[in-house]
C-alpha cells in the first residue's frame, strides 16, 4: 500500500515537524512516567502500606465494643464492595488509571496476603481495604493518595499539547517565511513565461533563496536583452529588405514603359507584392499588436464594418450580431485576428461564410464559420504552431504558415483564446473568445498572465 505524501514542500514539512513533535511528546512522556512518575507512586505505596499495617494492628487488638465503634466511624462494614464499573475510554483516563493500577499493585504487593484491595470509582473515588477490627474481617474505606490519582498528568497532558501546537505553529510560520521568496519566485517565473518582464527578484533571504533568485534576475535579464535584439533584427531586416524593393520597382517601371510588357511588369509585380505580405506577416506576428492601447469599443460594429467590405470585394457573410456590451481591446489587432480568419474562410472554406457573435458574463465570443471539407478542426489546431501548414496548402501558394499564430497570439494577448470545432452540418467553425475585462499587462510573446 502506498503512502500518499503532501504534493507541496510547506505540506510535507509542517507533516515532519508535526510528526516529529509528536514522536518528541510520546517519549518525553515514556520517560516522564517511568523514571519520574512511577517512583513516586512506588515510593507512595510503600507509606501507604506502612500505615494501612501500623493501623490493621491497633485496630486488631481492640475489644469488640470499641471496635465496633471505630467501625462506624471509619464507616467499615461486613460486605465486600461491589466490583468497579469500567470506566469511558480517554487519554486523561488512561493515565489516571495507569498510575492508579500502579499504585494498587504495588500496594498489594507490600501488604500482608490477607488484606485485598477493592477500587471503587465514581464521584467519591475510595481505596477499599480489608482489615481485622477487633479480629474480625471489615472492609473500610480509605482516600486515594493524590500520587495515585494522577491529579496532575492532565495538567501535564495539557501543557505538553500546547507546546506541540505552539511548535508546529512557529514551523509552520517559519516555513511560510522560507516559501514566500519561493512563492514570488514561481509567479516571476509564470509571468516570464506569459512573455512579461517581472521587476527583479530580492536577494536578501536565505542563501540558497538568495542563489535561485539571482540565477532567475540574470536569467530574466538575458531573455529581456534576447527580445530586444529579436525586434531589432526584425526591424532592421524589414527596413533592409524593403529599401531594395522599393528601387526594383522604380527599376521595373523605368526599364519597361507601360506598353511595352505589360505582362511582365504585372507578373514582377505579384512577386513583389508577395514578398512584401510575407515580410508584413513576420512583423505583424513579431508585434501582435502589444504597443496598441486597450480601447473600450463595439465588437459587433468592427465585426459588421469587416463582413462589409468583405462583401465589397465579393465575399458574402451571414451576420448574425448577438448583444455584446463594449469592452476595452485592441482594435487594429483584433480587425487583424478577424481579417485572418475571414480570409481563411474565403480561401479555404469557400461557401457556408457566416460571422457570429455572443458574449457571456465573462468574455466575448465570435466565430467565423465556413462549408469547406478539406481540413477539420483537430487539425486546425495543430496549424496553430508558427510555420504549419495544412494538408490543402499545396492549392494556395504564397503563405508563411503564421496566419493562425498571428491570431492566437492576439487573441493571448487579450487573455481570451483561439479553439476550432467541426460545424453542425459540416464545415468549421473558429472561435474567438476575449475577456470582457482582459489583461493591462502587454506581454510580448502575446500571453496573458
Known amino acids: 500500500m502506498r503512502i500518499a505524501l503532501p504534493r507541496s514542500l510547506l505540506a510535507r514539512n509542517i507533516a515532519l515537524l ?25 515510593r507512595a505505596a510503600v ?33 465486600t464492595p461491589p466490583a468497579p464499573a469500567p470506566e469511558p475510554a480517554s487519554l486523561v483516563n488512561f493515565f489516571r488509571t495507569w498510575q492508579r493500577d500502579v499504585f494498587i499493585a504495588d500496594l498489594q504487593r507490600h501488604l500482608p496476603a490477607d488484606m485485598p484491595l ?16 477487633s479480629g474480625e474481617p471489615a472492609w473500610m474505606p480509605m482516600p486515594l493518595v493524590p500520587d495515585a490519582q494522577g491529579t496532575g498528568i492532565a495538567t501535564t497532558l495539557a ?23 519561493l512563492a514570488d519566485l514561481a509567479r516571476a517565473a ?43 533584427m526584425l526591424a532592421g531586416v524589414s527596413h533592409d529588405i524593403r529599401t531594395p ?20 511588369v504585372a507578373s514582377s509585380e505579384a512577386y513583389l507584392d508577395r514578398i512584401d505580405t510575407i515580410l508584413q506577416q513576420f512583423m505583424d506576428y513579431a508585434g501582435s499588436g502589444e504597443r496598441e492601447p486597450l480601447q473600450v469599443g463595439d465588437l459587433n460594429t468592427l465585426s459588421g464594418q469587416l463582413v462589409a467590405d468583405f462583401a465589397g470585394l465579393g465575399h458574402e457573410f451571414d451576420f448574425e450580431e448577438g448583444p455584446i456590451p463594449p469592452f476595452p481591446f ?20 469557400q461557401t457556408g461564410l457566416a460571422v457570429r457573435t455572443w458574449a457571456d458574463e465573462s468574455a466575448a465570443h465570435v466565430a467565423v464559420c465556413d462549408r469547406g471539407t478539406g481540413i477539420r478542426a483537430a487539425e486546425m489546431e495543430k496549424l496553430k504552431a508558427p510555420f504549419s501548414r495544412g494538408s490543402n496548402e499545396r492549392t494556395h501558394s504564397g503563405g508563411t504558415g503564421l496566419g493562425l499564430a498571428i ?6 494577448l487579450h487573455g481570451g483564446s483561439l479553439t476550432f470545432r467541426d460545424r453542425e452540418g459540416g464545415g468549421l467553425e473558429a472561435l474567438v473568445a476575449l475577456p470582457l475585462d482582459p489583461p493591462a499587462v502587454l506581454p510580448p510573446n502575446g500571453r496573458a498572465s
Open 47 to 79: 507509606i501507604f502500606a506502612d500505615y494501612v499495617t501500623l493501623l490493621d494492628d491497633a485496630v486488631a487488638r481492640m475489644p469488640p465494643d470499641e471496635g465496633r465503634v471505630v467501625a462506624a466511624r471509619l464507616h467499615a462494614q461486613r460486605e
Open 190 to 232: 509564470r509571468r516570464v513565461s506569459a512573455g512579461e518582464t517581472p521587476p527583479p527578484l530580492p536577494t536578501d533571504g536565505p542563501t540558497e533563496i538568495a542563489q535561485v533568485s539571482r540565477a532567475f534576475n540574470q536569467m530574466t535579464e538575458a531573455l529581456q536583452q534576447a527580445e530586444t535584439t529579436r525586434a531589432l
Open 407 to 412: 491570431v492566437d497570439r492576439i487573441a493571448r
Open 330 to 349: 485592441r482594435p487594429v489587432a483584433v480587425m487583424r485576428l478577424l481579417m485572418n480568419l475571414m480570409h481563411n474562410a474565403v480561401a479555404y472554406g
Open 159 to 181: 501543557l505538553s499539547l500546547l507546546l506541540a501546537v505552539l511548535a508546529a505553529l512557529t514551523g509552520y510560520l517559519i516555513q511560510l517565511h522560507l516559501n514566500r521568496p
Open 18 to 42: 508535526v510528526a516529529l513533535v509528536a514522536l518528541a511528546q510520546i517519549c518525553s512522556l515514556a520517560v516522564l512516567l517511568h523514571f519520574v512518575q512511577r517512583p513516586r507512586i512506588e
Open 245 to 264: 524593393l522599393t528601387k526594383l520597382r522604380l527599376a521595373i517601371a523605368m526599364a519597361l514603359p507601360r506598353g511595352t510588357n505589360d505582362a511582365l
Open 118 to 133: 477493592r477500587w471503587q470509582a465514581g464521584s467519591g473515588q475510595r481505596l477499599w481495604i480489608r482489615l481485622h477490627i
